[in-house]
């Protein structure tokens, strides 16, 4: 069985400050994706970044990056320069890649509140 | 644009009622999922299916079962509702890694 782990129920940072969401899964597979969704109060869920377990390389997208530490298996959240709009719940999710199995998990989330 | 359409943005039932919720999907995707969303407990997954007629149980599956007539809808119904089903249900399609949402359904069991 695989597992996701988000061991911070919340969180609060200063705008324009940075801030850190941590996140670890356990899982046999070799061949899997890691995600970070955002949900704001409008509850739409909405994909802020993802990493393929094969590249070494950390994914980023604008003001979001991933620390991906394969070994360890963590894949923490970087929110650089904070905005107000980014105050949501933040879900780490997993999806293993089966032959007809394409399984997505998620942790418990993060709520992040960004302060002005 | 891609869409995801749950049937009801809120919903109340009574005990022992049995309930339908309805996703439909505009995007040909084969995977379709049904989670319920509680505070502390993330999402947690119900049941999906990868294909027409297919479907898998999640991690949480006691009490409710699915269908699956045609690809586009996933249907989620809950046999005999008890006051411990009341919560948000989410449903999702993918396309290979990437999924898309529904709105959500908030259901309350009274």
């Known amino acids: 069985a695989q597992t996701v782990t988000q061991s911070q129920p919340e969180m609060s940072v200063q705008e324009a400050e940075t801030v850190t969401l941590s996140c670890t899964y356990d899982?046999?597979?070799?061949?899997?994706?890691l995600f970070w969704y955002k949900q704001p109060p409008s509850r739409q869920m909405i994909l802020v970044i993802r990493q393929e377990a094969y590249k070494q390389q950390n994914a980023t997208e604008n003001r979001f990056s991933v620390n991906f530490q394969k070994a360890a298996k963590s894949f923490s959240l970087k929110i650089s320069d904070s905005q107000l709009g980014d105050t949501a719940m933040y879900f780490c999710?997993?999806?293993?890649?089966?032959?007809?199995?394409?399984?997505?998990?998620f942790g418990a989330g993060t709520t992040v509140t960004v302060r002005a | 644009d891609v869409k995801v359409t749950q049937s009801s943005r809120y919903l109340v039932k009574r005990t022992g009622e049995k309930v339908f919720l309805e996703c439909v999907q505009d995007m040909d995707h084969e995977n379709m999922f049904w989670y319920r969303q509680d505070p502390g407990l993330g999402l947690r997954l119900i049941y999906f299916?990868?294909?027409?007629?297919?479907?898998e149980k999640g991690d949480i599956p006691e009490g409710y079962s699915v269908s699956r007539e045609k690809k586009e809808r996933f249907s989620l119904i809950l046999e005999s509702a008890s006051t411990n089903q009341t919560s948000m249900y989410l449903c999702a399609s993918t396309a290979d890694t990437e999924a898309f949402f529904g709105q959500g359904t908030r259901l309350t069991v009274v």
């Open positions: 999710a997993f999806m293993t890649l089966g032959s007809n199995d394409y399984k997505l998990s």
């Open positions: 299916s990868y294909d027409v007629k297919m479907k």
């Open positions: 899982t046999s597979e070799n061949n899997y994706y």
